[in-house]
């Protein structure tokens, strides 16, 4: 089985606020979040925020939580009032980055965007337009992260297994290629449970009460 995850960085300093934003919007769907020991993590029902140096707080959200990052990524950015960028991964084929600023969604791009139907295309976009919008949004070089947004195609000898800068850790077919592009844009991907700081319960059933990403 492939990887089903979803991971969000939020340009914020403060993960107290974060996480008491992040309360707020669950407790709207009738979904309970609470603190927990680190010790006790879980990845089927646990989310681990992170406060990375850059000035992003990072969650890690729990395994097949990438039907639901999206929605709770626009609400926090629109309560905060930041920029939220986040990340969801399906079945280990296919990564897709949304950003917003303010509770906006001002860009979204999926690698592969005829994953699921040819004829009814996942919305992506990796125009120069719009990669530039990305590039001035996340305070990057246009140039140092307009390779990522590549699409795939489906023959896997037609597929790039380049990487987009000679000192990245993934090729471009890979989807953990998504870390590569974050450090291009000061965002740290998190490796390591216990720099944790916060270990956020979702309530039972979660996946029944929140509501689906676009796509």
Known sequence: MGHFFAITAIKATESSLVVENLKSIFQQFQCEVKTVDL?????????????????????NWPSYFNIHDQHIAQNLSKKIGTIVS???VYEGALWTHVLYENGDE?????????YFDEADLVMSDN???????????????????KGYFTYLKEDEEDMNFKKVHDNDE???????????????????YPEK???????????????????????
């Open 106 to 114: 001002l860009h979204r791009f999926c690698n592969v965007p005829d």
């Open 170 to 188: 993934f090729e471009i077919w890979d989807f953990w290629v998504f870390c590569d592009f974050w450090k291009q844009v000061g965002i740290n």
């Open 39 to 59: 010790d006790d993590y879980d990845d089927s029902s646990d989310a681990l925020v992170y406060q990375d140096s850059s000035g992003w707080i990072v969650i």
């Open 86 to 88: 986040t990340i969801s």
């Open 193 to 215: 449970n216990d720099e944790a700081v916060a270990c956020l319960r979702l309530c039972d059933a979660f996946d029944k009460k929140l509501p689906v990403n676009k796509e």
């Open 127 to 145: 125009s120069e337009t719009g990669i530039k919008l990305v590039a001035e949004k996340l305070s990057a070089a246009e140039e140092k992260i």
